[in-house]
């Protein structure tokens, strides 16, 4: 079992570029969570996709959105990039409305 | 509303003694609660997670952890430190039916020889 996989690791953009990140969740798991950890601080949650639909939304502007595709596996978009974006992106799944999420490694974003 | 609160945002501790990180709470509702780790430039393991059972949690690498309504408290203890625990320690948040986590601002815990 290959867990939570995110993809890229590592990517440097440049302010006012839009950013794709990529989750695929743990086998069997149907519910996709994209958390933001700034430097020094714990994560924060952005969004949940449960049936490829947003269920749950944090506070985070609109420039931050997803997708679910039928496998469960899920992108975050980010547009028109922000100094402030640069974070770890983590993607967590789960099963359903279960309480126990897996994370993945995360992607590290630099924006410059 | 929830959140969490991590008292202490970097903990030293010699190798052999004790480990306590704090975690307080406050939800409107009964919780779920978990103790996260973070080793550098990784993503986040989970501990060990109270979801209304035993109130006394064992997890992996000997950690456990104490679920006090009354006092609102979540703590994290492992009886003997050892240098492979020096990580981050996040403290978590959820509700039933909600599994979208709310996490404290962690601890950095350094184990000295």
């Known amino acids: 079992d290959a867990g939570v996989t995110q993809s890229p690791t590592h990517l440097i953009k440049t302010r006012g570029q839009q950013v794709t990140l990529r989750c695929s969740p743990k086998?069997?798991?149907?519910?996709v969570s994209w958390y933001q950890q700034a430097l020094g601080q714990g994560p924060q949650f952005i969004f949940q996709?449960?049936?490829?639909?947003?269920?749950q939304r944090g506070n985070f502007p609109d420039r931050f959105s997803g997708h679910q595709f039928p496998n469960y596996s899920s992108e975050l978009n980010v547009n028109a990039l922000l100094l402030g974006d640069s974070a770890l992106y983590l993607c967590?799944?789960?099963?359903?409305?279960?309480?126990?999420?897996?994370f993945g490694q995360g992607t590290r974003l630099t924006v410059v | 509303a929830q959140s969490v609160t991590q008292l202490g945002s970097h903990v030293s501790v010699s190798e052999g003694a004790l480990v306590l990180l704090r975690c307080n709470y406050s939800?409107?509702?009964?919780?779920?609660l978990f103790w996260y780790v973070q080793y550098p430039n990784q993503g986040l393991q989970l501990l060990l997670k109270?979801?209304?059972?035993?109130?006394l949690v064992k997890g992996i690498n000997d950690f456990e952890a104490e679920f006090k309504k009354s006092e609102t408290s979540f703590h994290l203890t492992k009886p003997s430190a050892h240098m492979s625990d020096a990580a981050e320690y996040f403290c978590?948040?959820?509700?039933?039916?909600?599994?979208?986590?709310?996490f404290g601002s962690g601890t950095k815990l350094n184990v000295k020889p």
């Open positions: 086998s069997g798991h149907d519910t």
């Open positions: 109270y979801t209304s059972a035993a109130t």
């Open positions: 996709y449960y049936e490829e639909e947003e269920r």
């Open positions: 978590a948040v959820s509700r039933y039916n909600f599994n979208k986590f709310y």
């Open positions: 939800s409107s509702v009964p919780p779920y």
């Open positions: 967590a799944s789960s099963l359903g409305d279960s309480p126990e999420a897996f």
